[in-house]
């Protein structure tokens, strides 16, 4: 029995040293329950979710609007490109086809 443990104790170590250190890290944190905050994957998502906005840009001037008024700047990394000045057109339904 005590032979097995240390196989499978011997196995775990060298699955562990395959692996990314930070990883091994984060993984560590989230069975604590202590995520760690990723502010490069926080912009994206939040870049993706005004760029996915069909209000002309809208939401995103509301946003920095917002956020100017509490001292603080929309720092994304798409160089502070303003979203269109109009909406996307909407595509047609039921036109005829020629």
Not at 56 to 83: M, N, P, T, Y
Request: net charge positive.
């Amino acid at each position: 029995m005590n032979d097995l443990r240390k196989d499978l104790l011997r196995q775990m170590k060298a699955i562990r040293e395959k692996m990314d250190p930070k990883l091994v890290e984060r993984a560590r944190l989230a069975a604590l329950g202590k995520v760690p905050y990723d502010s490069d994957a926080a912009k994206e998502a939040v870049g993706h979710f005004l760029d996915a906005k069909r209000d002309g840009g809208a939401f995103r001037r509301k946003l920095e609007q917002a956020l100017k008024d509490e001292g603080a700047v929309l720092d994304l990394d798409d160089g502070g490109k303003a979203a269109p000045a109009k909406p996307p057109e909407k595509p047609r339904r039921g036109g005829r086809i020629v």
